[in-house]
Protein backbone atom coordinates (compact mmCIF):
# COMPACT_ATOMS: atom_id res chain seq x y z
CA UNK A 1 0.00 0.00 0.00
CA UNK A 2 2.99 2.23 -1.15
CA UNK A 3 2.24 5.61 -3.38
CA UNK A 4 3.47 8.61 -4.19
CA UNK A 5 0.32 10.68 -3.74
CA UNK A 6 -3.03 9.45 -1.41
CA UNK A 7 -5.90 11.67 -2.09
CA UNK A 8 -8.17 11.70 0.53
CA UNK A 9 -12.10 12.58 -0.45
CA UNK A 10 -14.05 10.66 -3.18
CA UNK A 11 -16.07 13.86 -3.99
CA UNK A 12 -16.35 15.87 -7.05
CA UNK A 13 -13.01 17.97 -5.83
CA UNK A 14 -11.14 14.96 -4.86
CA UNK A 15 -12.33 12.86 -8.12
CA UNK A 16 -10.66 16.07 -10.41
CA UNK A 17 -7.93 15.83 -8.96
CA UNK A 18 -7.27 12.52 -8.83
CA UNK A 19 -7.87 12.95 -12.63
CA UNK A 20 -5.95 15.87 -13.40
CA UNK A 21 -2.77 14.35 -11.58
CA UNK A 22 -2.92 10.98 -13.49
CA UNK A 23 -3.51 13.05 -17.04
CA UNK A 24 -0.78 15.24 -16.28
CA UNK A 25 1.78 12.41 -15.31
CA UNK A 26 0.55 8.70 -15.63
CA UNK A 27 3.58 7.19 -14.43
CA UNK A 28 2.53 8.36 -10.54
CA UNK A 29 1.08 5.78 -8.48
CA UNK A 30 -1.87 7.34 -6.77
CA UNK A 31 -4.65 6.16 -4.70
CA UNK A 32 -7.83 7.88 -3.53
CA UNK A 33 -9.70 7.02 -0.16
CA UNK A 34 -13.35 7.67 0.34
CA UNK A 35 -15.13 7.05 3.40
CA UNK A 36 -18.41 5.35 2.31
CA UNK A 37 -19.36 2.50 0.30
CA UNK A 38 -19.70 5.05 -2.94
CA UNK A 39 -18.26 8.00 -4.31
CA UNK A 40 -19.86 11.63 -4.48
CA UNK A 41 -22.03 11.10 -1.43
CA UNK A 42 -22.36 14.28 0.07
CA UNK A 43 -21.61 17.59 -1.37
CA UNK A 44 -21.53 16.82 -4.89
CA UNK A 45 -24.47 14.15 -4.56
CA UNK A 46 -26.93 16.59 -2.66
CA UNK A 47 -25.96 18.95 -5.49
CA UNK A 48 -28.56 21.34 -7.37
CA UNK A 49 -27.27 20.82 -10.55
CA UNK A 50 -26.03 24.47 -11.66
CA UNK A 51 -22.90 25.41 -14.19
CA UNK A 52 -22.24 28.48 -12.95
CA UNK A 53 -20.72 31.53 -14.97
CA UNK A 54 -18.62 33.19 -12.41
CA UNK A 55 -20.68 36.39 -12.09
CA UNK A 56 -21.02 36.65 -8.40
CA UNK A 57 -17.22 36.38 -7.34
CA UNK A 58 -14.63 38.99 -6.72
CA UNK A 59 -12.16 39.95 -9.41
CA UNK A 60 -8.78 37.91 -9.16
CA UNK A 61 -10.05 35.71 -6.53
CA UNK A 62 -9.45 31.59 -6.64
CA UNK A 63 -13.43 31.46 -6.89
CA UNK A 64 -13.17 33.74 -9.91
CA UNK A 65 -10.63 32.65 -11.48
CA UNK A 66 -11.16 29.15 -10.85
CA UNK A 67 -14.86 29.10 -11.52
CA UNK A 68 -14.35 30.49 -15.57
CA UNK A 69 -11.76 28.66 -16.05
CA UNK A 70 -13.26 25.38 -14.65
CA UNK A 71 -17.03 26.15 -16.86
CA UNK A 72 -14.60 26.01 -19.88
CA UNK A 73 -13.15 22.66 -18.75
CA UNK A 74 -16.29 21.49 -17.50
CA UNK A 75 -17.93 22.04 -20.73
CA UNK A 76 -15.47 20.53 -22.77
CA UNK A 77 -15.09 17.56 -20.77
CA UNK A 78 -18.69 16.37 -21.01
CA UNK A 79 -18.42 17.11 -24.87
CA UNK A 80 -15.83 14.84 -25.03
CA UNK A 81 -17.53 12.60 -22.55
CA UNK A 82 -20.98 12.59 -23.51
CA UNK A 83 -22.49 14.49 -20.70
CA UNK A 84 -25.60 16.06 -21.23
CA UNK A 85 -25.98 19.82 -19.54
CA UNK A 86 -28.25 22.73 -20.51
CA UNK A 87 -26.85 26.19 -21.14
CA UNK A 88 -30.41 27.30 -20.17
CA UNK A 89 -29.33 30.66 -19.01
CA UNK A 90 -30.73 32.58 -15.92
CA UNK A 91 -32.14 35.71 -15.00
CA UNK A 92 -31.29 37.67 -11.28
CA UNK A 93 -33.89 39.48 -10.24
CA UNK A 94 -34.32 42.93 -7.83
CA UNK A 95 -38.02 42.94 -6.84
CA UNK A 96 -37.47 46.29 -4.40
CA UNK A 97 -35.25 49.29 -5.58
CA UNK A 98 -32.97 48.83 -2.39
CA UNK A 99 -31.70 46.08 -3.84
CA UNK A 100 -30.57 47.78 -6.94
CA UNK A 101 -26.94 49.01 -5.85
CA UNK A 102 -26.12 44.92 -4.89
CA UNK A 103 -27.46 44.28 -8.74
CA UNK A 104 -25.10 46.50 -10.67
CA UNK A 105 -22.01 45.63 -8.11
CA UNK A 106 -22.69 41.69 -9.41
CA UNK A 107 -23.09 43.38 -13.02
CA UNK A 108 -19.50 44.81 -12.98
CA UNK A 109 -18.22 41.88 -11.58
CA UNK A 110 -19.87 40.17 -14.55
CA UNK A 111 -17.79 42.24 -16.87
CA UNK A 112 -14.62 42.72 -14.94
CA UNK A 113 -14.54 38.56 -15.06
CA UNK A 114 -14.92 38.81 -18.61
CA UNK A 115 -18.63 37.08 -19.17
CA UNK A 116 -19.45 37.78 -22.40
CA UNK A 117 -23.59 38.31 -23.42
CA UNK A 118 -24.69 39.57 -19.97
CA UNK A 119 -26.93 41.74 -20.05
CA UNK A 120 -29.19 44.46 -18.19
CA UNK A 121 -32.71 43.48 -18.68
CA UNK A 122 -36.06 45.76 -17.75
CA UNK A 123 -38.99 44.07 -15.82
CA UNK A 124 -40.80 43.78 -18.97
CA UNK A 125 -38.00 41.81 -20.22
CA UNK A 126 -37.57 39.74 -17.35
CA UNK A 127 -41.43 39.20 -18.13
CA UNK A 128 -40.35 38.23 -21.78
CA UNK A 129 -37.70 35.32 -20.17
CA UNK A 130 -39.72 34.22 -17.44
CA UNK A 131 -43.32 35.17 -17.55
CA UNK A 132 -44.61 34.24 -14.69
CA UNK A 133 -41.12 36.39 -12.95
CA UNK A 134 -41.75 39.83 -10.77
CA UNK A 135 -38.85 42.31 -10.62
CA UNK A 136 -38.51 45.98 -11.27
CA UNK A 137 -34.75 45.12 -12.87
CA UNK A 138 -32.47 42.06 -13.24
CA UNK A 139 -29.49 40.84 -14.96
CA UNK A 140 -29.71 37.91 -17.90
CA UNK A 141 -26.75 35.48 -17.66
CA UNK A 142 -26.46 33.53 -20.96
CA UNK A 143 -23.64 31.55 -19.64
CA UNK A 144 -25.73 29.77 -16.17
CA UNK A 145 -26.64 25.56 -16.77
CA UNK A 146 -27.78 22.50 -15.62
CA UNK A 147 -26.40 19.32 -15.25
CA UNK A 148 -25.79 16.00 -13.07
CA UNK A 149 -22.66 16.55 -10.98
CA UNK A 150 -22.94 13.11 -9.73
CA UNK A 151 -22.69 11.67 -13.13
CA UNK A 152 -19.54 13.89 -13.79
CA UNK A 153 -17.62 12.89 -10.89
CA UNK A 154 -18.47 9.41 -11.49
CA UNK A 155 -16.70 9.91 -14.75
CA UNK A 156 -13.32 11.27 -13.74
CA UNK A 157 -13.24 8.64 -11.16
CA UNK A 158 -13.83 5.86 -14.13
CA UNK A 159 -10.97 8.09 -16.11
CA UNK A 160 -9.18 8.04 -13.42
CA UNK A 161 -8.94 4.15 -12.76
CA UNK A 162 -8.71 3.95 -16.65
CA UNK A 163 -5.58 6.09 -16.58
CA UNK A 164 -4.14 3.43 -13.68
CA UNK A 165 -5.54 4.73 -10.46
CA UNK A 166 -6.83 2.87 -7.80
CA UNK A 167 -9.89 4.31 -5.27
CA UNK A 168 -10.60 2.32 -2.19
CA UNK A 169 -13.97 3.49 -0.75
CA UNK A 170 -15.37 2.20 2.78
CA UNK A 171 -11.73 3.82 4.33
CA UNK A 172 -12.40 6.21 6.94
CA UNK A 173 -9.19 7.87 7.82
CA UNK A 174 -8.36 7.81 11.43
CA UNK A 175 -4.80 9.31 11.91
CA UNK A 176 -2.02 10.44 9.61
CA UNK A 177 1.81 9.74 11.04
CA UNK A 178 4.59 11.45 9.55
CA UNK A 179 8.14 8.87 8.58
CA UNK A 180 10.61 9.37 7.01
CA UNK A 181 9.34 9.24 3.51
CA UNK A 182 6.16 11.72 4.08
CA UNK A 183 3.23 10.21 5.59
CA UNK A 184 1.49 6.81 7.13
CA UNK A 185 -2.46 7.49 6.32
CA UNK A 186 -4.46 5.03 8.85
CA UNK A 187 -7.61 3.55 8.18
CA UNK A 188 -10.02 1.29 10.39
CA UNK A 189 -8.75 -1.85 8.56
CA UNK A 190 -5.37 -0.36 6.75
CA UNK A 191 -2.22 1.44 6.32
CA UNK A 192 -1.29 3.05 3.62
CA UNK A 193 2.21 5.03 2.74
CA UNK A 194 2.38 8.23 1.02
CA UNK A 195 5.03 10.80 -0.35
CA UNK A 196 2.38 13.29 -0.34
CA UNK A 197 -1.23 13.47 1.12
CA UNK A 198 -3.43 15.78 -0.78
CA UNK A 199 -6.97 16.30 1.47
CA UNK A 200 -10.20 16.93 -0.07
CA UNK A 201 -12.50 15.68 2.48
CA UNK A 202 -15.01 18.17 2.24
CA UNK A 203 -17.02 18.60 5.67
CA UNK A 204 -14.33 17.12 7.30
CA UNK A 205 -11.71 19.01 5.28
CA UNK A 206 -10.54 20.88 8.62
CA UNK A 207 -10.13 17.60 10.52
CA UNK A 208 -7.91 16.06 8.23
CA UNK A 209 -6.19 19.36 7.86
CA UNK A 210 -5.49 19.45 11.42
CA UNK A 211 -3.33 16.19 11.89
CA UNK A 212 -1.89 17.41 8.94
CA UNK A 213 -0.90 20.55 9.90
CA UNK A 214 -1.53 20.51 13.97
CA UNK A 215 -2.61 23.97 13.75
CA UNK A 216 -5.58 25.64 11.63
CA UNK A 217 -6.99 28.62 12.01
CA UNK A 218 -10.49 27.92 10.55
CA UNK A 219 -13.24 25.37 11.14
CA UNK A 220 -16.02 24.03 9.11
CA UNK A 221 -19.28 25.04 9.63
CA UNK A 222 -22.32 23.20 8.40
CA UNK A 223 -25.07 24.98 7.09
CA UNK A 224 -27.79 22.77 5.12
CA UNK A 225 -30.02 23.90 2.40
CA UNK A 226 -32.74 22.81 2.70
CA UNK A 227 -35.93 22.50 -0.80
CA UNK A 228 -38.92 21.82 -2.11
CA UNK A 229 -40.12 20.53 -5.43
CA UNK A 230 -42.91 22.72 -7.84
CA UNK A 231 -45.70 20.28 -8.40
CA UNK A 232 -45.56 18.77 -11.85
CA UNK A 233 -48.83 21.07 -12.83
CA UNK A 234 -47.03 23.66 -11.97
CA UNK A 235 -43.65 23.61 -13.86
CA UNK A 236 -44.78 25.62 -15.99
CA UNK A 237 -44.49 28.53 -13.92
CA UNK A 238 -40.55 28.34 -14.17
CA UNK A 239 -38.63 28.03 -17.49
CA UNK A 240 -35.34 28.11 -16.64
CA UNK A 241 -33.51 29.38 -13.79
CA UNK A 242 -34.62 32.49 -11.14
CA UNK A 243 -32.37 34.11 -8.47
CA UNK A 244 -33.10 36.79 -6.50
CA UNK A 245 -30.16 39.71 -5.81
CA UNK A 246 -27.45 38.02 -3.18
CA UNK A 247 -27.18 39.16 0.26
CA UNK A 248 -23.44 40.67 -0.16
CA UNK A 249 -22.86 40.49 3.69
CA UNK A 250 -24.44 36.96 3.32
CA UNK A 251 -22.17 33.62 1.85
CA UNK A 252 -25.36 32.07 0.02
CA UNK A 253 -27.52 33.23 -2.65
CA UNK A 254 -30.87 33.14 -1.27
CA UNK A 255 -33.71 31.06 -2.23
CA UNK A 256 -34.23 30.41 -5.85
CA UNK A 257 -35.44 28.08 -8.67
CA UNK A 258 -33.69 25.88 -10.32
CA UNK A 259 -35.30 23.46 -13.58
CA UNK A 260 -33.09 20.14 -12.76
CA UNK A 261 -31.47 18.06 -15.96
CA UNK A 262 -33.73 14.99 -14.80
CA UNK A 263 -36.60 17.29 -14.88
CA UNK A 264 -38.53 18.72 -12.37
CA UNK A 265 -38.22 22.22 -10.47
CA UNK A 266 -36.60 22.89 -6.90
CA UNK A 267 -37.56 25.60 -5.22
CA UNK A 268 -34.70 26.76 -2.16
CA UNK A 269 -32.90 26.32 -0.41
CA UNK A 270 -32.63 27.89 2.84
CA UNK A 271 -29.40 28.19 4.92
CA UNK A 272 -29.77 26.88 8.33
CA UNK A 273 -26.70 25.80 11.10
CA UNK A 274 -26.83 22.08 10.82
CA UNK A 275 -26.04 19.97 14.30
CA UNK A 276 -24.25 17.67 11.84
CA UNK A 277 -22.01 17.97 9.62
CA UNK A 278 -23.68 15.14 7.98
CA UNK A 279 -27.03 16.38 9.12
CA UNK A 280 -29.36 16.16 6.07
CA UNK A 281 -32.37 16.26 8.08
CA UNK A 282 -33.79 18.33 10.98
CA UNK A 283 -33.43 15.84 13.58
CA UNK A 284 -30.32 14.96 12.42
CA UNK A 285 -27.82 16.03 15.73
CA UNK A 286 -24.20 15.04 16.85
CA UNK A 287 -23.59 16.39 20.03
CA UNK A 288 -19.87 15.85 19.58
CA UNK A 289 -19.89 17.91 16.28
CA UNK A 290 -22.42 20.43 17.69
CA UNK A 291 -20.56 21.43 20.97
CA UNK A 292 -17.06 21.62 18.37
CA UNK A 293 -19.02 24.40 16.40
CA UNK A 294 -20.62 25.59 19.16
CA UNK A 295 -17.11 26.00 20.99
CA UNK A 296 -15.34 27.77 18.16
CA UNK A 297 -15.09 31.42 18.73
CA UNK A 298 -15.36 32.67 14.99
CA UNK A 299 -18.94 30.74 15.16
CA UNK A 300 -19.95 32.41 18.25
CA UNK A 301 -19.44 35.63 16.41
CA UNK A 302 -20.70 34.90 13.00
CA UNK A 303 -24.08 34.02 15.30
CA UNK A 304 -23.63 37.18 16.92
CA UNK A 305 -23.92 39.06 14.15
CA UNK A 306 -26.18 37.25 12.02
CA UNK A 307 -28.74 36.31 15.16
CA UNK A 308 -32.12 37.78 12.96
CA UNK A 309 -30.66 35.99 9.46
CA UNK A 310 -30.16 33.09 11.21
CA UNK A 311 -33.46 33.09 12.96
CA UNK A 312 -35.35 33.94 9.94
CA UNK A 313 -33.45 31.15 7.91
CA UNK A 314 -34.63 28.47 10.65
CA UNK A 315 -38.50 29.75 10.72
CA UNK A 316 -38.38 29.38 6.86
CA UNK A 317 -36.91 26.35 7.73
CA UNK A 318 -40.18 24.96 9.82
CA UNK A 319 -42.75 27.37 8.22
CA UNK A 320 -43.41 25.86 4.75
CA UNK A 321 -46.04 29.82 4.73
CA UNK A 322 -42.82 31.73 5.45
CA UNK A 323 -40.86 29.41 2.90
CA UNK A 324 -43.65 29.97 0.72
CA UNK A 325 -43.77 33.92 1.02
CA UNK A 326 -39.86 34.35 0.51
CA UNK A 327 -40.39 32.27 -3.17
CA UNK A 328 -43.45 34.36 -3.79
CA UNK A 329 -41.24 37.59 -4.10
CA UNK A 330 -39.57 36.40 -7.19
CA UNK A 331 -43.21 34.77 -8.39
CA UNK A 332 -46.22 35.71 -6.89
CA UNK A 333 -48.10 32.82 -8.08
CA UNK A 334 -46.83 30.25 -5.88
CA UNK A 335 -48.63 28.86 -3.44
CA UNK A 336 -48.03 27.01 -0.62
CA UNK A 337 -50.16 23.95 -1.62
CA UNK A 338 -47.34 23.98 -5.23
CA UNK A 339 -44.42 22.62 -3.10
CA UNK A 340 -43.83 19.25 -2.05
CA UNK A 341 -40.56 18.68 0.66
CA UNK A 342 -37.39 18.04 -1.97
CA UNK A 343 -34.28 16.94 -0.71
CA UNK A 344 -31.23 18.62 1.26
CA UNK A 345 -27.68 19.67 1.19
CA UNK A 346 -25.20 20.54 3.93
CA UNK A 347 -22.47 23.61 2.53
CA UNK A 348 -19.22 23.47 4.28
CA UNK A 349 -18.33 26.84 5.48
CA UNK A 350 -15.03 27.54 6.26
CA UNK A 351 -15.32 29.99 9.51
CA UNK A 352 -12.42 31.49 10.59
CA UNK A 353 -11.08 32.75 13.90
CA UNK A 354 -12.32 36.28 14.10
CA UNK A 355 -15.94 35.40 12.60
CA UNK A 356 -15.53 35.68 9.24
CA UNK A 357 -17.43 33.20 6.90
CA UNK A 358 -14.54 32.72 4.39
CA UNK A 359 -15.64 33.59 1.04
CA UNK A 360 -12.72 32.48 -1.32
CA UNK A 361 -11.08 29.05 -1.91
CA UNK A 362 -8.49 28.30 0.37
CA UNK A 363 -5.38 25.62 -0.17
CA UNK A 364 -3.05 25.14 2.81
CA UNK A 365 -0.06 22.94 2.77
CA UNK A 366 3.05 21.76 4.28
CA UNK A 367 6.01 19.24 3.50
CA UNK A 368 4.01 15.83 3.00
CA UNK A 369 0.55 17.67 2.46
CA UNK A 370 -1.71 19.82 0.16
CA UNK A 371 -4.81 20.28 2.13
CA UNK A 372 -8.31 21.93 0.31
CA UNK A 373 -10.03 23.68 3.19
CA UNK A 374 -12.68 25.53 1.98
CA UNK A 375 -14.60 24.80 -1.55
CA UNK A 376 -18.29 25.51 -1.75
CA UNK A 377 -20.11 26.52 -4.42
CA UNK A 378 -18.98 27.13 -7.17
CA UNK A 379 -16.07 24.08 -6.40
CA UNK A 380 -18.73 21.97 -8.91
CA UNK A 381 -18.36 24.12 -11.51
CA UNK A 382 -15.00 24.49 -10.99
CA UNK A 383 -13.70 21.21 -10.16
CA UNK A 384 -11.71 20.58 -13.07
CA UNK A 385 -9.29 24.03 -12.35
CA UNK A 386 -9.29 23.33 -8.99
CA UNK A 387 -8.10 19.74 -9.64
CA UNK A 388 -5.28 21.63 -11.81
CA UNK A 389 -4.50 23.69 -9.32
CA UNK A 390 -4.09 21.52 -7.11
CA UNK A 391 -2.30 19.18 -9.49
CA UNK A 392 0.35 21.70 -10.65
CA UNK A 393 1.04 22.29 -6.56
CA UNK A 394 1.21 18.84 -6.44
CA UNK A 395 3.94 18.19 -9.38
CA UNK A 396 6.08 20.94 -8.73
CA UNK A 397 6.49 19.36 -5.56
CA UNK A 398 7.71 15.96 -8.01
CA UNK A 399 9.80 17.71 -10.76
Known amino acids: MQYDILIIGGGIVGLATAYRLVEANPRLKIALLEKETALAR ?88 EPYCTGIEGIFVPQTGIIDYTRVALKYGERFQAAGGTIFTGQKVQDIRSTTSGSEVITQDTAYSAKLVVNCAGLYSDKIAAINLKKVDVRIIPFRGEYYELKKEKHYLVKNLIYPVPDPAFPFLGVHYTRMIGGGVEAGPNAVFAFKREGYRRTDIDMGELAESLAWPGFRKVAAKYWRTGLGEYYRSFSKAAFTRALQKLIPDIRESDLVPGGAGVRAQACDRTGGLVDDFMILENRHSINVCNAPSPAATSSLSIGQTVSEMVLQRFA
Open 42 to 129: HQTGNNSGVIHSGIYYKPGSLKARNCIRGYHQLIDFCDRNDIPYDLCGKVIVATDKNELPALENVYQRGLQNGLEGIRKISAQEIREI
